[in-house]
């Protein structure tokens, strides 16, 4: 709830803050009651809604000064048409977790357990990567929308919607480029040597969650004319494409069945939607721009095999610093707009860095005689003319002993 609130008061830095300590204070507790009290799934549950209770329970002060948990509040109009609206988002939230999980249970029942770790394993590191380019759009896309919604219309937030597509697609095919070059390295480094097998499992998925991660670009038009039930419809319909894909792939080619059934049960959930979602919001999908961006991400991921360091760190810097470079300079040289962006991105890092540069006061100016000493009296009493009329000021002088021993009055006219 507070983090709800916080989201739609654009509170981002509390929000983050409180984010990111909840998740520091359950890692803490549930490590403690694991290793000072008892290795079980009991443990780790209860742990979890210690803290998630304790959060709740600290905000309720703050939601009671604000009096929004007086019973006198309550519109229950407003809570049965907004019931009856998030329905079906429920529903696909549901939905949503079973395809996320649910081919794990299948990976269990074909192939067994030491395939379900490496399976297990390369997903963790898929998600991490899909949270690190979803959150930040899940927090901001929507609210930005409604706002340009409400102020501008319909034509701004198209332009707004397509523009954003467009960035997003530049930089998700970098992404993924890095990710496929630097799969083996990355499951060494955050899984161990013994689940090296799984590298080969993280270019299916990462592609598959970057998928999952376009849908956000075609809810908005979907929640604005209120059809959340086609969000539902296009979740439910994945999952059971995900289930007969995995039933199909699993006995025939093993545990890559699984991530190819992942990868094309969140293509065909960006399909549906986008044809749902254009269909009463239309905005222009570049389609060109993206097929240039897959080419120059194809020829850099060939171009970064090629690139080797002994050290699993080193290779996963330098060799995603060299695909990254590379693509960003290709598109560059190719693409007008990228460069456009470049530009723009440059101005606003360098207007960032003069906005704090100039916070910082400069002592030696405060501390030099010059800043001390009085403003003599023809500084002071100035004639500005505006249109031809002459501007009247009262400029009183401070009372200071060394200026002919009092206060005087300049007029000027």
């Known amino acids: 709830m507070q983090t709800n609130l916080m989201q739609m008061e654009n509170k981002t830095r509390l ?22 009290w008892k290795k079980t799934i009991f443990a780790f549950v209860l742990g979890m809604v210690l803290v998630e209770a304790l959060f709740f329970v600290q905000y309720l002060p703050v939601l009671r000064r604000r009096g929004l948990l007086s019973p006198r509040k309550i519109d229950f109009r407003f809570f049965r048409d907004a019931l009856s609206y998030s329905f079906p988002l429920m529903t696909a939230e549901i939905a949503w977790v079973v395809l996320d999980s649910g081919d794990r249970f299948f990976v269990q029942h ?60 530049v930089v998700a095919v970098g992404v993924v480029a890095v990710a496929i ?16 097998q799984a590298h080969e499992l993280l270019p299916y998925l ?35 494409l995900n289930i007969g894909l995995n039933l199909l792939l699993l006995p025939r080619i093993g545990l890559v069945g699984a991530a190819i059934a ?23 999908i ?18 970064g095999t090629f690139v ?29 707009r990228v460069r456009m962006w470049m530009r723009r ?11 704090a540069g100039s916070r910082k006061p400069d002592l030696r100016k405060e501390d030099s005689p010059q800043a001390h000493s009085p403003m003599p009296t023809e500084a002071i009493a100035t004639v500005s003319s505006v249109a031809g009329q002459p501007l009247t000021t009262n400029n009183a002088l401070p009372a200071n002993p060394d200026i002919d021993g009092g206060r005087e009055t300049v007029q000027c006219t």
């Open 308 to 336: 080797h360091v002994a050290s699993p760190i080193l290779n996963i810097l330098v060799r995603g610093l060299f695909i990254m470079s590379l693509y960003a300079l290709v598109l560059w040289a190719i693409d007008s």
């Open 286 to 303: 570049e389609a060109l721009a993206f097929m240039r961006y897959v080419a120059t991400g194809i020829c850099v991921t060939w171009l």
């Open 110 to 169: 074909f192939l067994g357990a030491q395939a379900l770790g490496f399976y297990a394993a390369a997903y963790g590191i898929a998600t991490y990567l899909q949270d690190v380019m979803m959150a930040p759009l899940q927090l901001a896309l929507f609210p930005i929308c409604m706002k340009v919604w409400a102020s501008q219309g319909k034509q701004a937030t198209q332009e707004f919607l397509s523009r954003s597509l467009d960035q997003f697609a």
């Open 15 to 36: 929000f983050n803050g409180i984010d990111i300590l909840q998740k520091i204070t359950v890692i803490t507790v549930i490590c403690l009651l694991l290793f000072f």
């Open 181 to 196: 070059v630097t799969s083996r390295d990355v499951v060494v480094l955050l899984a161990s040597k013994k689940f090296a």
């Open 262 to 284: 992942t990868t094309i049960s969140y293509g065909a959930i960006v399909v549906f939607l986008a044809s749902q979602s254009l269909s009463v919001l239309p905005f222009k």
């Open 345 to 355: 991105a440059y101005e606003i890092g360098r207007g960032m860095l003069q906005r």
């Open 206 to 240: 990462v592609i598959g969650l970057v998928l999952s991660a376009v849908t956000i670009y075609f809810r908005p038009g979907l929640l604005i004319h209120k059809k959340g039930s086609k969000i539902a419809t296009a979740t439910l319909g994945a999952c059971i």
